[in-house]
T-cell receptor, first 113, second 113 residues
Framework: DVKVTQSSRYLVKRTGEKVFLECVQD?????MFWYRQDPGLGLRLIYF???????EKGDIPEGYSVSREKKERFSLILESASTNQTSMYLC????????????FGPGTRLTVT | GESVGLHLPTLSVQEGDNSIINCAYS??????FIWYKQESGKGPQFIID?????DKRQGQRVTVLLNKTVKHLSLQIAATQPGDSAVYFC????????????FGQGTILTVHP
């Protein structure tokens, strides 16, 4: 089974702090994704990566950056956390090509105070 | 700025009833559709998928119906059980690069014993 893990389940940070959210997958998937999930808004794509050191902006990249130095690891960075970035953050991975099914991690609930 | 969150659609059923969860999509170029189930405190999990060259696909206790004419997707769960209580998301892809999925806002299914 594919396993996607996220470094923290719950995180509390202060406004202005730099925040790192880590995601690791164990299935050698090329593509990895970061979403945020807010009530009533579904999952919104922040950034995705189709290969090591490659990244593409999603629908809501403002205030975020990402890093993919190794195939199995995809990091989401909040350069200067703000209260409107309080949310559930979900990481996902999938094989490249025409396979669309994404495998999700358990999520990190981030609170910015 | 941030959008105001919306209330998710909800569906309440009795154990043993059949459930139907609906989803409308907007991109007529979509050629792949997927349903995810998200239990409380967990990431979304794959339930069933369907490609645009099909109009029906069945799994174990679940059936997905696709009506491309009206851009509508539904998930039918037979003999619903309390363990089916969760948020259900539809997602679709196609006409985009790298298999990005667009997610619906979700539907809360509550199954009463």
């Amino acid at each position: 089974d594919v396993k996607v893990t996220q470094s923290s389940r719950y995180l509390v940070k202060r406004t202005g702090e730099k925040v790192f959210l880590e995601c690791v997958q164990d299935m050698d998937h090329e593509n990895m994704f970061w979403y945020r999930q807010d009530p009533g808004l579904g999952l919104r794509l922040i950034y995705f990566s189709y290969d090591v050191k490659m990244k593409e902006k999603g629908d809501i990249p403002e205030g975020y950056s990402v890093s993919r130095e190794k195939k199995e690891r995809f990091s989401l960075i909040l350069e200067s956390a703000s209260t409107n970035q309080t949310s559930m953050y979900l990481c996902a991975s999938k094989e490249s090509g025409s396979v669309y099914e994404q495998y999700f991690g358990p999520g990190t609930r981030l609170t910015v105070t | 700025g941030e959008s105001v969150g919306l209330h998710l659609p909800t569906l309440s059923v009795q154990e043993g009833d059949n459930s139907i969860i609906n989803c409308a999509y907007s991109n007529s170029a979509s050629d792949y559709f997927i349903w995810y189930k998200q239990e409380s405190g967990k990431g979304p999990q794959f339930i069933i998928d369907i490609r645009s060259n099909m109009d029906k696909r069945q799994g174990q206790r679940v059936t997905v119906l696709l009506n491309k004419t009206v851009k509508h997707l539904s998930l039918q769960i037979a003999a619903t059980q309390p363990g089916d209580s969760a948020v259900y998301f539809c997602a679709y892809a196609g006409g985009t690069s790298y298999g990005k999925l667009t997610f619906g806002q979700g539907t809360i299914l509550t199954v009463h014993p």
